[in-house]
Structure formats: structure tokens, C-alpha cells
């Protein structure tokens, strides 16, 4: 990575400063104290990072805001609190990052300059408009805290340095850092505590707020309840026997009860089919009757109650013509016969009336009765004449009234014929001869009555159909026989062996259904006895406040989540022991390397008095330290004086750049007044020093020492690739 440009629109004492154009090589940033040295290195970090560290996160590490050293550097002079820095990777990428810091309203713009493109929309941005640890990677090629604790050297780290934990620090972010930004002995320890935080495997007396210790707890009162619920089974195990038995009983009693059923249902089809096979034929033969009914239909409305009447005025009609028959034929041979009988008749009585008037006289006389006799005389000749006369009277009403009768007959007979063709005409029978409409009524009578016949056959044919459905309706029997049916198969259904059941040696359905409630009752006794066992039973374990299945089911639940806890734990330290493997792997090619790259310096910056530098381990501590060239005795470097001291660690600081540029990106060497301390030679060595590390690295030297300008003037004034900067310039 090479810094070309950084723009200051307003940082700390800072405020819009012209932009400052760095070069690729030494690039040497000289002025008096409080100039803005310290303040413009700070805006070149917050330009590239933003305020922002990262923390552990349930993701990965989170951007952390660092509001209070935000406030720190907040324009003096207010206005704009931003800067712009424009930087070249070594893989030719260029970007541009312009920031604007104020808390939740920061802003960041980053540009890729080849081509000219805003690609600030493609970003993952975080709070205050930080970047993730990958994206920082990508862009900037180093975690803020590689950085700061490798190629970033402000003042007053030198001295820090010299504290065995604070290099051991500086190592691991330098060199234990992961592409998250992590540092690894971090995230070992943070492994190593989660695990510890989980707790001993063992149901001890620690911590019970520890996952896995309080899991492990449970578990033994899992199984402390699961144990007492085996005990008192134990101690009911006579009635738990017994309770098997009457199961089983009760189980023998459901393959005879299908037994029974199959054999009822099978009845109770067959029954069915008989009522059904008696109702087809009745509803055959009633069918035929309907049949024979619907030929004789259209006679059904004819008056047939008028057939009496009909005869009778027929007979009457017949017998009135016979009268008149007989009458016509005896009436011209009377006629003769009367005139003579009447006029002989006449003077026979008269005579025989006067013979006895007179010997009736003649006896009065005789016997002297004269008057009597005259008188009776006379009376019988009166009665004689008077019987003549009624004599010719009778003859001739005779006549009369025989002519009278035959008069009358015709009448009647005419009145009866009137009334029968009326009857007829009714009944829908015309026609001139009457007695062959009478015989065309008839037949239609008789048609009516055969019409009645076969009614009264389907009536009986109905009844016989009744009958035969035994008080079910056809479609009530239809459905009672599909639900016969389908009761036979369900029970063949389950159970195939139902099939070889012989359904008569069961006897009847009454015998079947006798049978059925006697088991049934027996399976009810059962499950009586069954269900006081059980309340017996289960009485035994009320005290236990909880069944066998919760037990089971808690031990079961808390052994898993043992079982997790273990597993998680394991794979914790397991994860803590390889990433230690690793990072003792690591360190041990990377501290054989930056000794090397040490010893090319520390000859040159101690004169020869130093030629190697060892870095060891005591614990967890990073110890520095100096190999004497004549003695070879190595010397610890807080042993040392305080210029060598410092001069060491600018050298171990600038080999871990180096070593860290290795395969990766090469950072800019960023050093604030890191020479205070040396004397006139030592400062010439460094300078030295430095001025071979600019011809391959991005050195931006602060300094307010006249020396150090003056060495650059003379070393590197008329070298293009290096730049002078004199603060007092910069802020007018």
C-alpha cells in the first residue's frame, strides 16, 4: 500500500488544509511542537479505519464505535469534521475514501479511481458507517490493529514496548491476527473461557450456574426420580402381575366377541336376504296384479253400481211386453165371445129373478100373506131388472178397462225404456237397439268388475308385500342390507380368519345374542377389575407426584442436553487446542524470520556491538533481547540502556512490517519522532537506517528535530521520490 493523497477538511487543530501529496518512498513531515504532527498522523488512520475497533459477536467480530476518541478530535475552529485519503494497493487497485465523522450521521464515500466509480452503494456498512472486517480487508489489505501495532509508531509506544505484555500484545495483533481481525490468543482464550464457563463434567459442588454442571445436576435428579418410580413398580409388582392377567383376559375375550359379531352380522345378511328375496316375489306377483289392473283401466270411472238398476228396468221391460204380447194375442178372439155371453145372460137372470117373484107371490098367497108376498114380489122383480141391468153395465166397463190396461202397460213400458236409455247414455252407451246397448254396458260392467277384481288382488298383493318386508320400507331394507354386507366385510377385514367360522354351530341369532351379552358383561367385569387395579396401582405411585413416561421423557431430555453441552465443550477446546497448535505454529516460523530480519539492523544501529536479537516466551510474555557480539551472551532488552532500548524496539517494530509485507500488502512505515531518545551517532545510524527502508517502503517520517531535516535536505532533496512537508506550511 503507498498513501498518495490526504485532504483535511477539518481534524482536531487542523482545518482545511491544502492537499498533501505523499511520495512513494521517505516522506519526512517536520515541525515544532503542537504544529499538528501527532493530529494529521491520527486523521491519516481515522481516514483509512474511521473511530472504529471490532469486538467479539455472536457473527464474528462487530465494529465497535470509539465515541470519546471521536470528540477528541473534533475541529477546534468547528465546521466540517472530515479528510479524504486517496492510496494505491500493490495489486494496482486505487481507492479513494472521503469520511465524515459525526457519530450515527458519519458518513463514507469510498471511489474506485480506476475507473472513476462510487462504489459506496455496494458496501456492507455498519454503525457510524464502519466497515466490516472483511470488507477491510479487501479494500485497505490490514486490520486496524495489524496496523497500529506493527507499521504505526506514535509517540510514546516505544517506551509502552518495553513492557513484556504490551509486546506480547503487539505480536499477536501483528502476527496472531486472523482475516477477521481477531487477534488468536484472544479468540483461544475466549474459546478457553466459554468452555470453562460451561462447567466440570461432573455433578459436583460447582457452580450450579454453569450450563453443563447444571445440566449434570438434573441429570442426577432425573435419574434419582426415574430410580424411585422403579421402586415403588418394584414393590407393585404383585398387582402389576395381575394387572397383566386380566389384560390378557380381556384380550381373549376380543377374538370370541368377533367370533360372535361376524356370526351375528352373517345372520343377520342372510336374514336380510330372505326378507329381501320374499319381497321380490311379492313385489313379482304384485307387479302381474298391476299388470292385469292396468288392462281393465280404462274402465275404472264406469258406473258399474247402476248395473242392478239397469237389469231391473230391463226386466221390467221384458216382462211389461210380454203382458203386451200375451194381451195382443187374446184380445180379438174375447171380443167375439163377449157380445153373445152378455146378450144371452141377460134374460136367463131376469127370468129366474121374476120365476121367484111369483112363487114367492104364490106363497103368500097360500099362506095368506098377500101384501108380504106382493111386496117381496116386487122387490125381487126390481132386484131382477136391476141385476140385468148391471149385467150390460159390467160388459161394457169390461171392455173398457182392457183397453184401459193395455194403454197403461204401453206407458210404463215406455217410461221404463225412456229410463234405461237415460242410464245407459250416463254410463256413455247409445244407440238405437236398446238391448244391444244393454249387452255393450254389460260387457263394460263386467270389465269394471274385473277392474275391481284386480285392484282388490293388488291391495292383497300390496299387503303381501308388507308383510314380507317385516315393517321395513324397500329403500330402509336396501340400506340395512349394504350395511349388513358392509359389517361382514369389515370384520372379514380385519380379521381373514373370520371366513371359517361355521356360523351355524352357533346356534341361532337369539342363542348368538345371548352368548354376546354374556362375554360382553364379562369384558365390562373385566374392565372393572382392570380399572380397580389400575386406581390401586396408581394410588402406590401418587406420592411420587409424577408418572414413569415424564421421568423417561426428563431423564431422556436432559441426557441430550448433556450430551450437547459435552460435545460443545469439546469441540470448544478442541478448536482452543488447534488454534494454539496454530499459533505456536505461526509464531514459530514468523519469530526465526524477524529475527533474521533483526539482526541485519541491530549491527548496523548498535555499531557492531549487537549482531543478533532473540525472541523468547515466558508464559504468555514475549520477551526481547540482544546477543553480545564478543561475549555471546544474550541480554534481556529492559537490561538495556534507554536509547539502545528504544532503538531495538524500532527495529522489532519495523521487521514485523516487513515480515508482515511478506506475501501480503506492504504498509507504510508511519513513525512519529521515534529518535527523541538517541545521541548524535545512534540518530545517525538510524537515519541511516530509515533512509534504506524508503527505497522499498512508504516511510512518512514526523519529526520537530532540525537534525533529522537537515540530514534529508542533504540526503534526498533532489530525489523525485521523496517529499518534505513543513508542517507550519500546511496549516498557513
Same mark, same amino acid.
Given at each position: 500500500?503507498?498513501?498518495?493523497?490526504?485532504?483535511?477538511?477539518?481534524?482536531?487543530?487542523?482545518?482545511?488544509?491544502?492537499?498533501?501529496?505523499?511520495?512513494?518512498?521517505?516522506?519526512?513531515?517536520?515541525?515544532?511542537?503542537?504544529?499538528?504532527?501527532?493530529?494529521?498522523?491520527?486523521?491519516?488512520?481515522?481516514?483509512?479505519?474511521?473511530?472504529?475497533?471490532?469486538?467479539?459477536?455472536? /457473527?464474528?467480530?462487530?465494529?465497535?464505535?470509539?465515541?470519546?476518541?471521536?470528540?477528541?478530535?473534533?475541529?477546534?475552529?468547528?465546521?466540517?469534521?472530515?479528510?479524504?485519503?486517496?492510496?494505491?494497493?500493490?495489486?494496482?487497485?486505487?481507492?479513494?475514501?472521503?469520511?465524515?465523522?459525526?457519530?450515527?450521521?458519519?458518513?463514507?464515500?469510498?471511489?474506485?479511481?480506476?475507473?472513476?466509480?462510487?462504489?459506496?452503494?455496494?458496501?456492507?456498512?455498519?454503525?457510524?458507517?464502519?466497515?466490516?472486517?472483511?470488507?477491510?480487508?479487501?479494500?485497505?489489505?490490514?486490520?486496524?490493529?495489524?496496523?497500529?501495532?506493527?507499521?504505526?509508531?506514535?509517540? %510514546?509506544?516505544?517506551?509502552?514496548?518495553?513492557?513484556?505484555?504490551?509486546?506480547?500484545?503487539?505480536?499477536?495483533?501483528?502476527?496472531?491476527?486472523?482475516?477477521?481481525?481477531?487477534?488468536?490468543?484472544?479468540?483461544?482464550?475466549?474459546?478457553?473461557?466459554?468452555?470453562?464457563?460451561?462447567?466440570?463434567?461432573?455433578?459436583?459442588?460447582?457452580?450450579?450456574?454453569?450450563?453443563?454442571?447444571?445440566?449434570?445436576?438434573?441429570?442426577?435428579?432425573?435419574?434419582?426420580?426415574?430410580? &424411585?418410580?422403579?421402586?415403588?413398580?418394584?414393590?407393585?409388582?404383585?398387582?402389576?402381575?395381575?394387572?397383566?392377567?386380566?389384560?390378557?383376559?380381556?384380550?381373549?375375550?376380543?377374538?370370541?366377541?368377533?367370533?360372535?359379531?361376524?356370526?351375528?352380522?352373517?345372520?343377520?345378511?342372510?336374514?336380510?336376504?330372505?326378507?329381501?328375496?320374499?319381497?321380490?316375489?311379492?313385489?313379482?306377483?304384485?307387479?302381474?296384479?298391476?299388470?292385469?289392473?292396468?288392462?281393465?283401466?280404462?274402465?275404472?270411472?264406469?258406473?258399474?253400481?247402476?248395473?242392478?238398476?239397469?237389469?231391473?228396468?230391463?226386466?221390467?221391460?221384458?216382462?211389461?211386453?210380454?203382458?203386451?204380447?200375451?194381451?195382443?194375442?187374446?184380445?180379438?178372439?174375447?171380443?167375439?165371445?163377449?157380445?153373445?155371453?152378455?146378450?144371452?145372460?141377460?134374460?136367463?137372470?131376469?127370468?129366474?129373478?121374476?120365476?121367484?117373484?111369483?112363487?114367492?107371490?104364490?106363497?103368500?098367497?097360500?099362506?095368506?100373506?098377500?101384501?108380504?108376498?106382493?111386496?117381496?114380489?116386487?122387490?125381487?122383480?126390481?132386484?131382477?131388472?136391476?141385476?140385468? /141391468?148391471?149385467?150390460?153395465?159390467?160388459?161394457?166397463? %169390461?171392455?173398457?178397462?182392457?183397453?184401459?190396461?193395455?194403454?197403461?202397460?204401453?206407458?210404463?213400458?215406455?217410461?221404463?225404456?225412456?229410463?234405461?236409455?237415460?242410464?245407459?247414455?250416463?254410463?256413455?252407451?247409445?244407440?238405437?237397439?236398446?238391448?244391444?246397448?244393454?249387452?255393450?254396458?254389460?260387457?263394460?260392467?263386467?270389465?269394471?268388475?274385473?277392474?275391481?277384481?284386480?285392484?282388490?288382488?293388488?291391495?292383497?298383493?300390496?299387503?303381501?308385500?308388507?308383510?314380507?318386508?317385516?315393517?321395513?320400507?324397500?329403500?330402509?331394507?336396501?340400506?340395512?342390507?349394504?350395511?349388513?354386507?358392509?359389517?361382514?366385510?369389515?370384520?372379514?377385514?380385519?380379521?381373514?380368519?373370520?371366513?371359517?367360522?361355521?356360523?351355524?354351530?352357533?346356534?341361532?341369532?337369539?342363542?348368538?345374542?345371548?352368548?354376546?351379552?354374556?362375554?360382553?358383561?364379562?369384558?365390562?367385569?373385566?374392565?372393572?377389575?382392570?380399572?380397580?387395579?389400575?386406581?390401586?396401582?396408581?394410588?402406590?405411585?401418587?406420592?411420587?407426584?409424577?408418572?414413569?413416561?415424564?421421568?423417561?421423557?426428563?431423564?431422556?431430555?436432559?441426557?441430550?442436553?448433556?450430551?450437547?453441552?459435552?460435545?460443545?465443550?469439546?469441540?470448544?477446546?478442541?478448536?482452543?487446542?488447534?488454534?494454539?497448535?496454530?499459533?505456536?505454529?505461526?509464531?514459530?516460523?514468523?519469530?526465526?524470520?524477524?529475527?533474521?530480519?533483526?539482526?541485519?539492523?541491530?549491527?548496523?544501529?548498535?555499531?557492531?556491538?549487537?549482531?543478533?536479537?532473540?525472541?523468547?516466551?515466558?508464559?504468555?510474555?514475549?520477551?526481547?533481547?540482544?546477543?553480545?557480539?564478543?561475549?555471546?551472551?544474550?541480554?534481556?532488552?529492559?537490561?538495556?540502556?534507554? &536509547?539502545?532500548?528504544?532503538?531495538?524496539?524500532?527495529?522489532?517494530?519495523?521487521?514485523?512490517? /516487513?515480515?508482515?509485507?511478506?506475501?501480503?500488502?506492504?504498509?507504510?512505515?508511519?513513525?512519529?519522532?521515534?529518535?527523541?531518545?538517541?545521541?548524535?551517532?545512534?540518530?545517525?545510524?538510524?537515519?541511516?537506517?530509515? %533512509?534504506?527502508?524508503?527505497?522499498?517502503?512508504?516511510?512518512?517520517?514526523?519529526?520537530?528535530?532540525?537534525?533529522?531535516?537537515?540530514?534529508?535536505?542533504?540526503?534526498?532533496?533532489?530525489?523525485?521520490?521523496?517529499?518534505?512537508?513543513?508542517?507550519?506550511?500546511?496549516?498557513?
Amino acid at each position: 500500500m503507498k498513501l498518495n493523497r490526504l485532504t483535511v477538511y477539518g481534524f482536531g487543530r487542523l482545518t482545511s488544509l491544502p492537499p498533501i501529496a505523499f511520495a512513494p518512498g521517505l516522506n519526512l513531515l517536520y515541525g515544532e511542537n503542537e504544529s499538528g504532527k501527532s493530529t494529521l498522523q491520527q486523521a491519516i488512520l481515522a481516514a483509512l479505519y474511521g473511530f472504529h475497533s471490532y469486538s467479539k459477536g455472536s /457473527r464474528g467480530p462487530l465494529p465497535e464505535y470509539e465515541p470519546g476518541l471521536e470528540a477528541r478530535y473534533k475541529p477546534w475552529s468547528g465546521g466540517g469534521y472530515a479528510c479524504c485519503i486517496e492510496y494505491d494497493l500493490d495489486d494496482g487497485r486505487r481507492y479513494a475514501f472521503d469520511r465524515g465523522f459525526d457519530g450515527s450521521s458519519s458518513r463514507l464515500s469510498v471511489r474506485d479511481l480506476i475507473p472513476a466509480t462510487d462504489i459506496s452503494g455496494g458496501l456492507d456498512l455498519g454503525r457510524c458507517k464502519s466497515l466490516s472486517p472483511d470488507a477491510v480487508l479487501t479494500y485497505i489489505g490490514s486490520s486496524r490493529d495489524a496496523f497500529v501495532s506493527s507499521a504505526f509508531i506514535g509517540q %510514546g509506544q516505544l517506551t509502552q514496548l518495553a513492557a513484556a505484555d504490551t509486546l506480547s500484545t503487539a505480536f499477536a495483533a501483528a502476527v496472531d491476527t486472523g482475516a477477521r481481525g481477531v487477534p488468536a490468543d484472544k479468540s483461544a482464550a475466549a474459546l478457553g473461557k466459554e468452555a470453562d464457563g460451561l462447567g466440570k463434567e461432573a455433578a459436583t459442588s460447582d457452580r450450579s450456574d454453569r450450563p453443563l454442571s447444571d445440566a449434570l445436576r438434573r441429570q442426577k435428579q432425573a435419574e434419582q426420580r426415574l430410580n &424411585g418410580w422403579l421402586g415403588a413398580e418394584q414393590a407393585a409388582e404383585a398387582r402389576v402381575s395381575a394387572r397383566e392377567s386380566l389384560r390378557q383376559q380381556l384380550a381373549a375375550t376380543e377374538p370370541q366377541l368377533r367370533h360372535l359379531r361376524y356370526a351375528a352380522a352373517r345372520l343377520d345378511q342372510e336374514r336380510l336376504d330372505g326378507i329381501a328375496q320374499a319381497a321380490d316375489r311379492a313385489r313379482a306377483e304384485r307387479d302381474a296384479r298391476l299388470a292385469d289392473r292396468d288392462r281393465y283401466a280404462e274402465w275404472a270411472a264406469f258406473p258399474v253400481e247402476r248395473d242392478g238398476e239397469a237389469k231391473e228396468l230391463w226386466g221390467a221391460i221384458e216382462a211389461g211386453r210380454r203382458q203386451r204380447e200375451r194381451w195382443q194375442q187374446a184380445a180379438a178372439p174375447e171380443a167375439r165371445r163377449a157380445a153373445p155371453r152378455v146378450s144371452s145372460s141377460r134374460p136367463v137372470a131376469a127370468a129366474i129373478l121374476c120365476l121367484l117373484a111369483l112363487a114367492v107371490f104364490a106363497a103368500g098367497i097360500a099362506m095368506g100373506y098377500l101384501l108380504p108376498g106382493l111386496l117381496l114380489a116386487v122387490v125381487l122383480g126390481v132386484a131382477a131388472l136391476a141385476l140385468s /141391468r148391471r149385467r150390460e153395465g159390467e160388459a161394457e166397463a %169390461g171392455d173398457a178397462g182392457a183397453a184401459g190396461a193395455l194403454a197403461d202397460l204401453e206407458r210404463e213400458l215406455g217410461e221404463n225404456e225412456a229410463k234405461l236409455r237415460a242410464l245407459l247414455a250416463q254410463a256413455g252407451v247409445i244407440g238405437s237397439d236398446l238391448k244391444r246397448c244393454l249387452v255393450t254396458f254389460n260387457e263394460r260392467a263386467a270389465a269394471r268388475r274385473a277392474f275391481d277384481d284386480c285392484r282388490r288382488a293388488v291391495q292383497d298383493s300390496e299387503h303381501s308385500l308388507t308383510i314380507a318386508l317385516q315393517g321395513h320400507t324397500p329403500d330402509e331394507l336396501a340400506v340395512k342390507h349394504r350395511a349388513a354386507a358392509q359389517a361382514v366385510e369389515q370384520l372379514l377385514a380385519q380379521d381373514a380368519t373370520l371366513a371359517e367360522v361355521d356360523v351355524t354351530a352357533l346356534g341361532d341369532a337369539t342363542a348368538i345374542s345371548r352368548e354376546e351379552q354374556a362375554l360382553l358383561a364379562e369384558a365390562d367385569r373385566l374392565r372393572s377389575d382392570l380399572d380397580k387395579l389400575e386406581g390401586a396401582i396408581a394410588s402406590a405411585f401418587d406420592s411420587l407426584g409424577y408418572s414413569r413416561a415424564e421421568a423417561e421423557e426428563q431423564l431422556a431430555a436432559v441426557r441430550r442436553e448433556v450430551a450437547r453441552l459435552q460435545h460443545y465443550k469439546q469441540a470448544l477446546e478442541l478448536a482452543r487446542d488447534q488454534l494454539q497448535e496454530a499459533m505456536a505454529e505461526a509464531r514459530g516460523s514468523f519469530v526465526p524470520a524477524l529475527e533474521a530480519e533483526m539482526g541485519k539492523s541491530v549491527g548496523l544501529i548498535t555499531a557492531g556491538r549487537y549482531e543478533q536479537a532473540r525472541v523468547t516466551h515466558r508464559g504468555n510474555e514475549m520477551l526481547l533481547a540482544l546477543v553480545d557480539k564478543g561475549t555471546g551472551e544474550a541480554r534481556a532488552a529492559e537490561h538495556l540502556s534507554v &536509547g539502545t532500548r528504544e532503538q531495538c524496539y524500532i527495529c522489532l517494530r519495523l521487521a514485523m512490517a /516487513r515480515n508482515l509485507s511478506e506475501g501480503g500488502e506492504k504498509l507504510p512505515l508511519i513513525l512519529d519522532d521515534p529518535f527523541a531518545n538517541c545521541d548524535a551517532p545512534r540518530l545517525k545510524r538510524m537515519l541511516e537506517f530509515v %533512509g534504506r527502508l524508503a527505497q522499498d517502503h512508504q516511510v512518512l517520517l514526523f519529526t520537530k528535530d532540525p537534525t533529522i531535516r537537515e540530514w534529508f535536505e542533504a540526503s534526498f532533496a533532489d530525489d523525485a521520490g521523496c517529499h518534505y512537508h513543513d508542517m507550519a506550511a500546511l496549516c498557513g
